[in-house]
């Protein structure tokens, strides 16, 4: 039998040879929180900047003007009837109503509750969410039915030369 083969490869019994106790960091409870407060503390240091740049965006949503952006021509639009059009961007729904000869409104066409899209219902004179039932008054965006509990964001129009334009979004005020 060869005995090279049944020898343990050091000369330890048992292969932790590697590990140099005396060497080994010793991380106990109280070293353990302060690495983790250390951690905390460099995270939220180096998110300050973002933090304050997120907030100097929301503070200025109400003053944000677009590009004025053609809805409809007056003529266009009977009393009662409305027109959906995208502002500010092309993926952003919304949705004009002519409530009387010179009084519209626009919002947002996306339910406050879970972003289901909303149809004017001019028999009954609301906005309809048909996912859960929600109902919006026209006059205002306020919900008056349903689950949701924020209004619809408005959007500011201009009527100007018989043309109707969207301004921009007015900010939800709680």
């Known amino acids: 039998m060869n005995d090279k083969n049944n020898k343990v490869p050091f000369a330890e019994d048992n292969y932790t040879h590697n590990i140099n106790r005396n060497m080994e960091r010793k991380l106990d409870r109280r070293g353990f929180m ?6 905390a503390g460099l995270f ?39 027109v959906d059009f995208k502002f500010p961007a092309e993926h952003d729904s919304a949705i004009l109503i002519r409530l009387s000869e010179k009084k519209f409104v626009a919002y947002q066409n996306a339910c406050t509750h879970l ?14 969410c048909p996912c859960h039932h929600g109902v919006f008054d026209a006059q205002t965006g306020v919900p008056t039915a ?9 959007i500011e129009i201009k009527v100007e030369g018989g043309t109707v334009y969207a301004v921009r979004v007015k900010r939800y005020e709680a």
Do not use: Q
């Not at 349903?146 to 408005?154: A, Q, S, T, V, Y």
């Open 44 to 82: 939220a240091v180096s998110s300050l900047p973002w933090g304050a740049v997120a907030a100097k965006e929301l503070m200025g949503l109400g003053d944000k003007e677009y590009p004025h952006k053609k809805i409809v021509d007056v003529s266009k639009i009977a009393v009662g009837e409305a």
């Open 146 to 154: 349903g689950p949701p509990r924020r209004p619809l964001p408005g």
């Open 34 to 39: 302060k690495t983790l407060v250390g951690a």
């Open 115 to 128: 972003r289901c899209p909303v149809f004017w219902e001019k028999d009954a004179g609301n906005m309809i």
